[in-house]
Every structure is written in structure tokens, then in C-alpha cells.
């Protein structure tokens, strides 16, 4: 089991910056890929990022690409999600998630790939 806690939401700026952490307690963090989604009010769950357990590679949504960027360190079983250049549109529920085996692009995209989920952390960015 791998319990999964977000933290680092909170209320910003259009323009501004947060940096979510996600921590990770229970097997080795470090054999885990890790993706954040995120859930605005009345819309599906989506692929913000993704890091693989494995050389951690990097993948993004379109929409956060060249604003966000995913990193993981190992040592202290957490994953940074940086967010700049924050848009109203970014406003959403934040999710961590863990999976043992995820390695592709098309699965570490997927919310139905991972096992392991965080709790959330609420993000809202104001124009």
C-alpha cells in the first residue's frame, strides 16, 4: 500500500505560482510513477502530468505545457508539481496518483491506470 498526501493548494493570482507537493508514506516511493489530475466543478478528472519511476521522464497536458513542471525526489518520497503563469482555468481539485507499473505515455495519462490516489488539494486562481 502507498498512502498518498497533497499539499501546497491554495488561493492565487492569475500570474502567480504554487508549488503542490505530494508525499508519499508505505512501499518505496521511488518504484512508483506518479501523475497529478485535476477536477474542476462539473468536469471529468484530467492529465495534468506525469513522472515515470524509471529515468523520470516527463509528460504533459497541452494545456499546462511550458507552465508546469513535474519533478520527484526520491530521497524524501515526494513529487513537486511547479504551477506558473497561473490561469483562472487552472481552478481545480488537485489529485496525486501512484502506479507500480505505469511506464507508457498513453497509460500514465489515464486516471484508471493508478492505484493509488491522494486526497486533494484545492487550487483557485482569480483574474
Known amino acids: 500500500q502507498v498512502q498518498l498526501v497533497e499539499s501546497g493548494g491554495g488561493l492565487v493570482q492569475a500570474g502567480g505560482s504554487l508549488r503542490l507537493s505530494c508525499a508519499a508514506s508505505?512501499?518505496?516511493?521511488?518504484?512508483?510513477?506518479v501523475g497529478w489530475f485535476r477536477q474542476a466543478p462539473g468536469k471529468e478528472r484530467e492529465f495534468v502530468a506525469a513522472?515515470?519511476?524509471?529515468?523520470?521522464?516527463?509528460y504533459y497536458a497541452d494545456s499546462v505545457k511550458g507552465r508546469f513542471t513535474i519533478s520527484r525526489d526520491n530521497a524524501k518520497n515526494t513529487v513537486y508539481l511547479q504551477m506558473n503563469s497561473l490561469k483562472p482555468e487552472d481552478t481545480a481539485v488537485y489529485y496525486c496518483?501512484?502506479?507500480?507499473?505505469?511506464?507508457?505515455?498513453?497509460?500514465?495519462?489515464?486516471?484508471?491506470?493508478?492505484?493509488?490516489w491522494g486526497q486533494g488539494t484545492q487550487v483557485t486562481v482569480s483574474s
Open positions: 513522472i515515470t519511476w524509471t529515468r523520470g521522464y516527463t
Open positions: 508505505g512501499r518505496t516511493f521511488s518504484n512508483y510513477a
Open positions: 496518483a501512484a502506479d507500480r507499473w505505469a511506464s507508457s505515455d498513453y497509460e500514465l495519462k489515464i486516471a484508471a491506470t493508478y492505484d493509488y
